[in-house]
């Protein structure tokens, strides 16, 4: 099982950016995923998660402004980010998990991806 982050770049402030994460190989077809973010000499935290049935949790702080979806289809998790803020400026990295429900808790997700980078100039 593979996890593919991409989409991140360098924007301005107020912009939007839409990031996509690609699960790939044999997995269960009802599964969970999640986006993190890691800014620099931060610790990791948590963005926004989606469980099998598109019940949606978010990090109070982006609540509003970040989206997060799928397409089970396309096994692909997407994170809309819109009004980007500098603080924003972090590594995204999706994960997954082979379970029903989503969760707000890192060491929940056995399967991760490798990270994008998003930047979000002033």
């Known amino acids: 099982v593979q996890l593919q982050a991409f989409g991140g770049g360098l924007v301005q402030a107020g912009d939007s950016l839409r990031l996509s994460c690609v699960l790939s190989?044999?997995?269960?077809?009802?599964?969970?995923s999640a986006w993190f973010r890691q800014a620099p000499g931060q610790e990791r935290e948590f963005v926004a998660a989606i469980s099998w049935d598109d019940t949606t949790t978010y990090a109070d702080a982006l609540q509003g402004r970040f989206a997060i979806s799928r397409d089970d289809a396309q096994k692909t998790t997407y994170l809309q980010m819109n009004e980007l803020k500098p603080e924003d400026t972090a590594v995204y990295y999706c994960?997954?998990?082979?379970?029903?429900?989503?969760?707000?808790?890192?060491?929940?997700?056995?399967?991760w991806g490798k990270g994008t980078q998003v930047t979000v100039s002033s």
């Open positions: 994960a997954a998990r082979s379970s029903f429900f989503s969760s707000m808790v890192e060491s929940e997700y056995g399967y």
């Open positions: 190989g044999r997995f269960m077809n009802r599964y969970a």
